[in-house]
């Protein structure tokens, strides 16, 4: 009885020590990133994102606008230009209801338009609007509702690293890499939905390629050139690496608690 009480005794406190170092990792990340207190205090965030790939038809770039507004609005505005044809899409994320607005695909017949979202895509995306930052979903987790697990550190580009396990509230879950010289987010792993809805093309890849394509979907996300706007840490470099290839990116007029345009809440 004496063993079994000892080994149990044992167990607990393995798993509170375990707990205890996840939170302390991720309260590093936090005060490396500006702090709890300016990072609950955001309201609003826009951001530009500029990324570069190669395709078929050359390199393209492909501008994208962020806004968010906590637990209001999550909207991400992309344009394209393939020659003389310029292509326009975006995701809406409000508090009712979200949509998105899809190109027209020649290949599945689709003729476009916008779409309203279904409930679970909704909910599974919700994340989103939350304006905490660039990962805010760590920031106060536990009230959110979502989940951390410790893992055995590994290097990122010989980077000695932190290695969390992030589970949302929604059930899904991704890879949170921490640099252990900066305790800043240096990359993210994340396979299916999450990792579309990561990328902030979740709604569109799943009108465009269908559910199949998102659920085998795999991207490894890389952070970095971190800058300070409004003494908040923002990586300015993001690099996205697929099986079709990387693609880089800067994020670029970051902007923090500034009002945002009445006509980026409408679905049009």
Do not use: C
């Not at 607005?101 to 020649?106: K, R, V, W």
């Not at 509702?145 to 690293?161: A, F, I, P, R, T």
């Not at 990792?195 to 085998?216: L, Q, R, T």
């Amino acid at each position: 009885m004496k063993r079994f009480t000892l080994l149990t005794l044992s167990l607990v406190l393995t798993v509170a020590v375990s707990a205890q170092t996840a939170d302390e990792v991720v309260n590093k990340f936090i005060e490396a990133s500006g702090g709890k207190e300016k990072l609950n205090a955001i309201r609003t965030l826009h951001y530009n994102q500029l990324i570069k790939f190669k395709s078929p038809m050359g390199d393209l770039d492909f501008p994208l606008q962020f806004f968010k507004e906590k637990h209001k609005l999550y909207r991400m505005q992309a344009s394209l230009q393939l020659g003389p044809q310029s292509i326009n899409m975006f995701v809406l994320l409000k508090d009712t209801a979200g949509y998105v607005m899809l190109p027209a695909n020649p290949m599945t017949g689709s003729e476009g338009g916008i779409q309203k979202l279904e409930q679970k895509d909704l909910q599974d995306q919700a994340f989103q609007s939350d304006p905490s930052g660039m990962f805010a979903s760590l920031v106060d987790y536990a009230a959110k509702g979502h989940k951390v697990e410790l893992l055995e550190s590994e290097k990122v580009d010989d980077q000695d690293s932190y290695k969390l396990k992030h589970t949302l509230g929604s059930g899904q879950s991704l890879t949170y890499f921490i640099s252990k010289a900066n305790n800043l987010v240096n990359r993210v792993d994340a396979k299916g939905s999450i990792a579309a809805n990561m990328s902030g093309f979740g709604s569109m890849m799943g009108g465009m390629a269908g559910g199949n394509s998102v659920e085998k979907m795999e991207i490894t996300t890389l952070y970095g050139d971190y800058k300070s706007v409004d003494g908040i840490k923002f990586p300015t470099r993001v690099v996205y690496k697929t099986h079709m290839g990387d693609s880089e990116s800067e994020v670029t007029n970051i902007e923090i608690n500034k009002a945002i345009d009445p006509k980026w809440y409408l679905p049009n």
